[in-house]
């Protein structure tokens, strides 16, 4: 191994490391986005409910 692959090796090492230390941050941020979703979509239920329960 020359000094180039180490060096190499190296980085894509400390690459990876810093990409894993924000990924339970990332995965927390998409949980939030979809229980947002989640709500927005059960409000939508709600209303479409009432809507049509009144038109008769």
Known sequence: MDATTMLAAIGTFVF????????????????RACAV??????????T???AFSNRR
């Open 16 to 31: 990876l490391l810093g990409a894993a230390a924000r990924l339970p941050a990332a995965a927390a941020e998409v949980l």
């Open 37 to 46: 979703l989640v709500e927005a979509i059960a409000e939508l239920r709600s």
């Open 48 to 50: 479409i409910r009432r």
